[in-house]
């Protein structure tokens, strides 16, 4: 089993829904919730990230962790086509050896007009 | 800052070839990280570096895979020889030191690898 399951999608939706993506883990060690969006044949690029539980929102993105249950989600308000993306959540716990990431396999969505 | 430099961007050689994939991280980063994408496995962390000292290396998938950090500018990571399953996307990523959110990683563009 992995440490991080992410359901791959893909996802369509329309322009101006609500998007839920979800993760969810099993290394209670973990801290750091991240989510990352990677475009086409791009890089990933840090989106939000969190510490421990609850929400945290950032226009019209908010993450929120649920440590009882180890299960992260990221919802867009108000979707668009430019967040036609894959995103990967990842997750961390600080080790005297530094910020070393684990990444979920990624959900690739697809905002349609 | 022109961001993690990844070189070359497209690399397609023939089976038992050597490859060498090359990195320049963000000036001032004090974190190397190589990673390996594919459709099926994701994003998986094959080895991490911290003021050019490798810390982790359980991600490299067997010793074709080597690695090296010889300056704070410069990581090679290196398949030797190469088979057709190494195809992948190969990125590099660098990260500065200190606290939280200390994890936030820049990725370069990727090295697209085809070995056939």
């Known amino acids: 089993q992995k440490e991080v399951e992410q359901d791959p999608g893909p996802l369509s939706v329309p322009e101006g829904a609500i998007v839920s993506l979800n993760c969810t883990y099993s290394n209670s060690a973990f801290q750091y919730f991240m989510w990352y969006r990677q475009y086409s044949r791009k890089g990933p690029e840090l989106l939000m990230y969190t510490y421990s539980s609850g929400n945290k929102e950032d226009g019209r993105f908010t993450a929120q962790v649920d440590k009882s249950s180890k299960y992260i989600s990221l919802f867009i308000r108000d979707s668009q086509p430019s967040d036609s993306a894959t995103y990967l959540c990842?997750?961390?716990?600080?080790?005297?050896?530094?910020?070393?990431?684990?990444f979920g396999t990624g959900t690739q969505l697809k905002v349609e007009l | 800052d022109a961001g993690v430099i990844q070189s070359p961007r497209h690399e397609v050689t023939e089976m038992g070839q050597e490859v060498t994939l090359r990195c320049k991280p963000i000036s001032g980063h004090d974190y190397l990280f190589w990673y390996r994408q594919t459709m099926m496995r994701g994003l998986e962390l094959l080895i991490y570096f911290n003021n050019n000292v490798p810390i982790d290396d359980s991600g490299m998938p067997e010793d074709r895979f080597s690695a090296k950090m010889p300056n704070a500018s410069f990581s090679t990571l290196k398949i030797q020889p190469s088979e057709p399953r190494d195809s992948a996307v190969y990125f590099c990523?660098?990260?500065?030191?200190?606290?939280?959110?200390?994890?936030?990683?820049?990725f370069g563009p990727g090295t697209r690898l085809t070995v056939t």
């Open positions: 990842a997750m961390s716990y600080l080790t005297g050896g530094g910020n070393k990431l684990t």
């Open positions: 990523a660098s990260s500065p030191s200190g606290g939280p959110p200390l994890m936030e990683q820049y």
